[in-house]
């Protein structure tokens, strides 16, 4: 069976906008992005929220020629990957190998982790919050960036979720990558 995996970039704070909705504190160096790229590499479906469909979109068609490594590497992870996009307002996708929902339906993806290959990830803080109550995540990694921004967009729901500390990495601009799996 496919693990179920929410990654998020958040603040000290653990918020991964501020009240602003601005998240330009949390763009990944080089090494930071290079391994959020590794922790999707076992992903083979990406469940996501519409707003974080609408910013991550944008890799479909961009330009690759002269970007670092690390830039080439994950535009090629997304286009690999098949995505779900879960909008009750989005009419057509705008990348290859995109479906949408119009709702979160626990069922479905629990049906779709036992028949997937590879794992599936969920991205954007309001659906991942849904996969959480619904006891569907399994792995949680977070990128904590050294700031504090004192409110904005949480990353985790207002739940209790026992997890359990797999594995932990401190890079050379701050962050600190946590990861847990659900116990």
């Known amino acids: 069976m496919a693990k179920l995996i929410y990654s998020a ?3 000290l704070d653990l918020y991964v906008a501020d009240a602003d909705g ?3 504190w949390s763009v990944p160096d080089e090494e930071v992005h290079a391994a959020v790229n590794e922790t999707e590499r ?13 910013v991550l979109v944008a890799w479909e ?5 002269g970007q670092p490594a690390e830039i080439v590497d994950w535009a090629r992870l997304w286009r690999g990957l098949d995505k779900v996009v879960y909008s009750r307002t989005l009419r057509e996708p705008r990348s290859a190998r995109t479906r949408i929902e119009r709702s979160f339906d626990p ?3 629990r049906e779709l982790k ?3 290959e590879r794992d599936l990830s969920v991205g954007g803080p309001g659906l991942a919050a849904e996969a959480i109550r619904a006891g569907l995540v399994d792995e949680l990694h977070l990128f904590v960036s050294p700031v504090v921004v004192g409110g904005g967009t949480p990353a985790l729901p207002a739940v209790r979720w026992d997890l359990e500390l797999l594995a932990e990495r401190r890079f050379g601009n701050g962050v600190v990558h946590l990861r ?3 116990r």
């Open 9 to 11: 970039i958040t603040s």
């Open 22 to 24: 601005r998240w330009d």
């Open 42 to 54: 076992s992903v083979g479906t990406q469940l996501l929220g519409r707003r974080m469909y609408d």
């Open 61 to 65: 068609t961009l330009e690759l020629e």
């Open 107 to 109: 069922e479905a993806v």
């Open 114 to 116: 036992a028949s997937s």
């Open 180 to 182: 847990y799996r659900a």
